[in-house]
């Protein structure tokens, strides 16, 4: 199954992985989002 990670970086948009899964809202998709730029953040900028 194709992640919302695996759209994007297809080039698809927030809008078309919303409509294949209508069962995500747009606010679930976006704390998605929020928490991966935060572990690559970390991963990036290790303590």
Same mark, same amino acid.
């Given at each position: 199954?194709?992640? +919302? *990670? /695996?759209? *994007?970086e297809?080039g /698809?948009?927030? &809008?078309? !992985? +919303? /409509?294949? !899964?209508?069962s995500?809202?747009? &606010?679930?998709?976006?704390?998605?989002? &929020? *928490?991966?730029? &935060?572990? *690559?953040?970390?991963?990036?900028?290790?303590?």
């Amino acid at each position: 199954m194709r992640t +919302l *990670l /695996d759209y *994007l970086e297809a080039g /698809d948009s927030l &809008e078309v !992985f +919303l /409509d294949h !899964f209508p069962s995500v809202s747009r &606010e679930q998709a976006i704390a998605v989002l &929020e *928490l991966a730029k &935060e572990m *690559l953040a970390a991963y990036a900028n290790p303590a």
